[in-house]
């Protein structure tokens, strides 16, 4: 494989070594945050959901943050590589100018993307909610103290707060903000949830979109979206702010893998974490995870030698052109990783790289 490469943790190394990777396997599907950089995701993702996972009869916990629950709620809709590939359309196609009047650019971002996932959700509810075997995560962040409330001066303020906090101790910035789940209601989570402060919330109809709206509300870039309908009263913000890239206690659970597709092989635990390069290694709780990466080398080959990420927006300024015709080429260049999963999955044993 030139393009996909597989890392693992210890009991899935050794599970991959003996059998290989069945859909059987699968008992849970991670999305991490990240914005731009799923789109490489998107062929893979459609494998997955679209024909692979298909083939196994057993429920399947699809856990995720900001873009990352954005894709999964996608795949658990009736035709998932249809929604997969609009998702990516209508990513890559986004463009944001302010508009006089019409208040911060913030607001106005927000209020585009909110009717965006009306479009593809509104009317659609019961088919993400009635997946006969997905059962959908939608990673929040609550805010607490200052931000509570979204506010000109308290939000900074707050921010500075959380993430003076997070320096010292990632369990203490739970005295800002707060991990709001909101949860498939038909069977729990089969990991536990004890490593940070945390709110479990039943997903309905009514709190689907705006929970996924909240989960993909950047800080100062979109407006927290407030009091969602069944959760906590406050102001939610993108769930990578807690959980960037999930590292969850996976290992807690009594049986399967976790199947990870990830633009990174490290799992980054919260956005104020990106920095802290010791707290990027991998731990215990990932003892049964499988992730599924791109090379490093090959991402060499993408537009501008990198996955497409947010800092587009500005290299490439008011020439939205230009931008999106270098993600569809890395979406089209990232039709590899979906072919060299397909190999990969025929094989009777896979050995991974370790996680690290």
Known sequence: ??????????????????????????????????????????????LLFGHWLAASP????LVGASIGAWRLACATMDDPEAALERLAHDYIH?????????????????????????????GREAQVLGHPRY?????????????KREGRLRTPLGYLGAFTTNLVSRKAMGGWLERVIFSDPREPLPFHL???RTHQV??????????????CSIPFLLAAVHDI???????????????????????????GLVLYPHFQRHLVPGWLDKALKH???????????????????????LPNAKLPDRSDFKAYGSDHAARMQAWRSALVQSRQLADEFAELAQRPSIEAMPLS
């Open 229 to 255: 309908p069944g959760g906590p009263r406050g102001a939610y913000w993108d769930g990578g702010i807690t959980d960037y890239h999930l590292h969850l206690d996976y290992a807690s659970m009594a049986d």
């Open 1 to 46: 494989m030139q393009a996909l490469q597989v890392h693992a943790g210890a009991r899935a190394r050794q599970r991959l070594r003996e059998a290989g990777l069945r859909p059987s396997d699968v008992r849970v599907v991670a999305g991490a945050a990240g914005g731009p950089k799923g789109l490489v995701l998107n062929p893979l993702d459609q």
């Open 194 to 196: 004890h490593d940070y």
């Open 279 to 301: 707290r990027h290694r991998a731990s215990e709780r990932l003892s049964n995870v499988v992730v599924l990466a791109p090379n490093p080398e090959w991402v060499k080959t």
């Open 94 to 122: 986004q463009q944001y100018d302010a508009v006089p009047g019409r208040g911060s650019l913030a607001a106005q971002m927000s209020a585009i993307f909110s009717a965006r996932l009306n479009e593809h959700f509104a």
């Open 58 to 61: 057993q429920s399947v916990h």
């Open 135 to 147: 059962r959908l995560h939608v990673f929040t962040s609550l805010g607490r103290g200052l931000l």
């Open 202 to 215: 039943p997903l309905d109809a009514q709190n689907l979109s705006p929970a996924v709206l909240a989960s």
